[in-house]
């Protein structure tokens, strides 16, 4: 069964980082691109982030508004894609999401498109609060 699951969300102080694991499953993560998106309370869902796969050499997208503090990464051997994110504000609160997309869907150089992706985790909860 092809699955992601996310973890690694909890509490953070501003100014804090934190690193988001998404762990795939029934599926080599290494031939499929990965998008993070967060949901905000009251607010839709947002791409923070995107990385993806390609002949030679894959790249990662990321908005403007993540201002160089999120940065996504990838453990082959783990099976497993990370989000990194620094000096954390009090708006990244929200629950954070990972999903895959087929290779050369979902992840482009100038945005994501969420419904390019067809495998969605339950989502992880960030905080950012003193």
């Known amino acids: 069964q092809v699955q992601v699951a996310e973890s690694g969300g909890r509490l953070v102080h501003p100014g804090g980082s934190l690193r988001l694991s998404c762990a795939a499953s029934g599926f080599d993560s290494d031939y499929y691109a990965f998008g993070w998106f967060r949901q905000a309370p009251g607010k839709g869902r947002e791409g923070v982030g995107c990385t993806s796969v390609g002949v030679g050499k894959g790249f990662s997208w990321y908005p403007d508004s993540a201002e160089g503090r999120f940065a996504i990464s990838r453990d082959k051997d783990k099976n497993t894609v990370y989000l990194q994110i620094d000096n954390l504000k009090p708006e990244d609160t929200g629950v954070y999401y990972c999903?895959?997309?087929?290779?050369?869907?979902?992840?482009?150089?100038?945005?994501?498109?969420?419904?390019?992706?067809?495998?969605w985790g339950q989502g992880t909860q960030v905080t950012v609060s003193s």
């Open positions: 999903a895959a997309a087929q290779a050369g869907y979902g992840c482009y150089r100038s945005r994501t498109t969420p419904s390019d992706y067809d495998t």
